[in-house]
């Protein structure tokens, strides 16, 4: 429900977003008492690429207390992944490497909601159709400025904060306020494009390709190809297919989106595979969307009164689905920050600076997933390899096949190395066959 009430004048935190990052931590504040008022410039539920969810992610679901609203909304569970990559194929199960969950392909626009909705139920305000304009750090409370596009609250205001978290995605309103939002170097030339279709087919974990009369009897795996000038994913969700191409954004620089939509679909449609699951499909008309410059990072992500998360703080490449894992990750982080400087002011530049390693640290291992490097650009390897230290071995080892089977491993192998991890640590290994060559798809 649209929360039509009057805007408060103060509250000890601000989240600035409503997307997963800024609900996960809104929740968790919340939860701890604390006074939390969240801005979301949409109004929900509005529509979000990123459907792929790596099972990993339950354990923040548990954490908030939100898991049975999400196993209500009966998303599709999906059995893992099966890869095309310079004429390779892969297929991986994450049952194989443990896990007893699934994983999901979930429709954005309702996962998200629910996660707001869940942000409100345990006590955060949440103010929907209500733009962040800026921040104004100049006392030690910083001011959020505000611009509400609701009947009754209509108009520009400000509120007065103890804490702030941007959770504005792409948008990063602080990275660029603080102009310390960096584009990837050698990220930078990419663009993601993605549209719907309904019908069509989708493939199995067996590597057999089903109808749509199959969902929700088999399993789908996240299909991905490389192709000429980047790589392509095709996502099985309950009533339509999402298809999505990372490409080389020269292809279509001088293009406006009436020309993109027919490249995106021939495209698409030349891809081996893709051809033939979308066959019988039915493109949504007009559900093309498209964003350049997504891989970037801020030089300030966390201060003593901030912290960005999720997106607004760096993002990478999708290729792994780390997105979503990665904003509840920042989110919890972030909020444990929040509520350390709460208890200890006195010790809040601290917090602010561990919390900056934090993200810094995470968003390095991003970058070595889907890079297949980690040197430069605001990563420290040594933060790294202590990640890859204290994480749970399931999930090293996933990430580990996923970027194997990409060929962007590379480094991860010689990090993991130096973090004294080895091959043989693995449960039975990627060496063992978790990530099984196909010869072909039967599609
Ligand atoms: C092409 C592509 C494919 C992807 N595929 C996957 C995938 O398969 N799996 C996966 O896990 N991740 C994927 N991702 C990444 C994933 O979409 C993001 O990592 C994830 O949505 C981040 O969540 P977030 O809460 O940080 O930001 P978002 O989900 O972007 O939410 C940010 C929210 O902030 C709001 N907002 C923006 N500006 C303001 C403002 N000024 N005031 C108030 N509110 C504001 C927005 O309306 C939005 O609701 C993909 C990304 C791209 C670009």
Redesign the pocket.
């Known amino acids: 429900m649209v929360n039509n009430g009057n805007i408060p004048k103060s509250c000890d935190v601000v989240v600035?977003?409503?997307?997963?990052?800024?609900s996960h931590a809104a929740t968790l504040l919340a939860q701890r008492g604390y006074e939390v008022v969240l801005?979301?410039?949409?109004r929900f539920p509005?529509p979000?690429?990123?459907?792929?969810?790596i099972p990993h992610f339950w354990k923040f679901m548990d954490h908030s207390g939100v898991t049975s609203k999400i196993e209500a909304a009966d998303f599709l569970a999906k059995a893992g992944g099966i890869t095309v990559w310079n004429g390779r194929i892969h297929q991986f199960s994450f049952s194989a490497f443990g896990y007893d969950r699934p994983a999901l392909h979930v429709e954005?626009d309702v996962f998200?909601d629910v996660l707001l909705r869940h942000a409100e139920s345990e006590g955060a305000t949440v103010f929907e159709e209500?733009?962040?304009?800026g921040v104004d750090f100049s006392d030690p409370k910083p001011i959020v400025s505000y611009h509400s596009m609701q009947d009754g609250t209509r108009g520009a205001g400000k509120i007065q904060c103890r804490y702030v978290i941007d959770?504005?995605?792409?948008?990063s309103?602080l990275a660029k306020q603080f102009k310390s939002r960096r584009l990837v170097e050698g990220h930078r030339t990419f663009l993601?494009m993605?549209g719907y279709f309904t019908g069509g087919k989708y493939i199995g974990v067996d590597g057999s390709s089903y109808g749509t009369e199959s969902i929700g009897k088999v399993a789908p795996v996240t299909f991905i190809s490389s192709h000429d000038d980047g790589w392509a994913?095709h996502?099985q969700l309950k009533d339509k297919i999402s298809i999505?191409l990372?490409i080389n954004t020269s292809n279509v620089k001088r293009m406006g989106k009436k020309e993109m939509e027919p490249y995106f679909l021939s495209t698409v449609r030349n891809i081996p595979y893709f051809k033939e699951l979308l066959e019988d499909a039915t493109y949504q008309e007009g559900s093309m969307a498209f964003?350049p410059d997504?891989s970037f990072y801020s030089t300030k992500p966390a201060g003593p009164n901030f912290g960005c998360?999720?997106?607004?703080g760096a993002?990478v490449d999708?290729i792994f689905?780390?997105?979503?894992?990665?904003?509840f990750y920042s989110a919890s982080v972030c909020a444990w920050a929040a509520e350390s400087a709460f208890r200890r002011p006195d010790r809040a530049e601290n917090y602010g600076r561990l919390l900056q390693r934090r993200l810094q640290q995470h968003y390095g291992f991003s970058r070595s997933l889907a890079l297949g490097d980690y040197g430069g650009d605001g990563v420290d390897p040594d933060l790294v390899i202590d990640l890859m230290k204290s994480m749970p071995l399931v999930e090293l080892e996933m990430m580990l096949v996923a970027s194997d089977i990409s060929n962007r491993s590379t480094n991860f192998h010689e990090m993991a190395k130096q973090a004294g991890i080895l091959e043989e640590d693995f449960a039975d290994g990627i060496m063992s066959g978790k990530a099984r060559v196909l010869d072909t798809l039967n599609v």
Request: net charge positive; glycine share 20%; aromatic share 10%.
């Open positions: 600035m977003g409503g997307g997963p990052a800024g801005f979301e410039k949409a509005r979000m690429v990123g459907e792929s969810l954005r998200d209500v733009s962040v304009k959770a504005s995605g792409n948008s309103i993601g993605w994913w996502i999505g990372i964003r997504y998360i999720g997106d607004a993002f999708p689905s780390h997105g979503c894992q990665a904003a």
